[in-house]
T-cell receptor, first 117, second 112 residues
Framework: GAVVSQHPSRVICKSGTSVKIECRSL??????MFWYRQFPKKSLMLMATSNEGSKATYEQGVEKDKFLINHASLTLSTLTVTSAHPEDSSFYIC?????????????FGPGTRLTVL | GENVEQHPSTLSVQEGDSAVIKCTYS??????FPWYKQELGKRPQLIIDIRSNVGEKKDQRIAVTLNKTAKHFSLHITETQPEDSAVYFCAATPPGYSTLTFGKGTMLLVSP
């Protein structure tokens, strides 16, 4: 089946540092990937749409200078949380549609738990 | 944009009972409705989905129904088991977009 991986699964960093999270499609090419943020016991909130070879599309209220997205290849998108602060602590999950299944069906990565001290 | 409402927020059932989770959506043009199951600390996993040209879809103990006129869709789980305990999310996608709008989730607890 389609697999989406994320790395790291868990990261703890000091306030003010930057953290990079990778999202990879392992057995398919993803021209589009999505980044979500999930607070404890809450729903998934779309942060941005990552487009291979072009700029990401950010949802309203998401600071693009704080959450840098790079989709450099058809199998890799990265989310960099710049100058992280404790309020950025959250569960970050990526997803991607699998072309051989449908353009709608999204498969999620395992998520990255970010804790900013 | 699309708005998805999901009820109930929590649902407790006894093993073997049925569970029903309901969602409504606002954009009548939405045409794809997936359901995801998320266990604590893990990724959401697609369990079933339905498109607007179909009224019902079933996969073993899980079924989804869609009422386009009323703009609501429901997840039905029969013969619930403790391993069904998780948070379930519904979502909707308007045509021409691949982004999902999620409901707030339902925490299902199945007691043995």
């Amino acid at each position: 089946g389609a697999v989406v991986s994320q790395h790291p699964s868990r990261v703890i960093c000091k306030s003010g540092t930057s953290v990079k999270i990778e999202c990879r499609s392992l057995d398919f090419q993803a021209t589009t990937m999505f980044w979500y943020r999930q607070f404890p016991k809450k729903s998934l909130m779309l942060m941005a749409t990552s487009n291979e070879g072009s700029k990401a599309t950010y949802e309203q209220g998401v600071e693009k200078d704080k959450f840098l997205i790079n989709h450099a290849s058809l199998t890799l998108s990265t989310l960099t949380v710049t100058s992280a602060h404790p309020e950025d602590s959250s569960f970050y999950i990526c997803s991607a549609p699998v072309p051989r299944v449908s353009t709608d069906t999204q498969y999620f990565g395992p998520g990255t738990r970010l804790t900013v001290l | 944009g699309e708005n998805v409402e999901q009820h109930p927020s929590t649902l407790s059932v006894q093993e073997g009972d049925s569970a029903v989770i309901k969602c409504t959506y606002s954009d009548s043009a939405s045409n794809y409705f997936p359901w995801y199951k998320q266990e604590l600390g893990k990724r959401p996993q697609l369990i079933i989905d339905i498109r607007s040209n179909v009224g019902e879809k079933k996969d073993q103990r899980i079924a989804v129904t869609l009422n386009k006129t009323a703009k609501h869709f429901s997840l039905h789980i029969t013969e619930t088991q403790p391993e069904d305990s998780a948070v379930y999310f519904c979502a909707a996608t308007p045509p021409g977009y691949s982004t999902l709008t999620f409901g707030k989730g339902t925490m299902l607890l199945v007691s043995p």
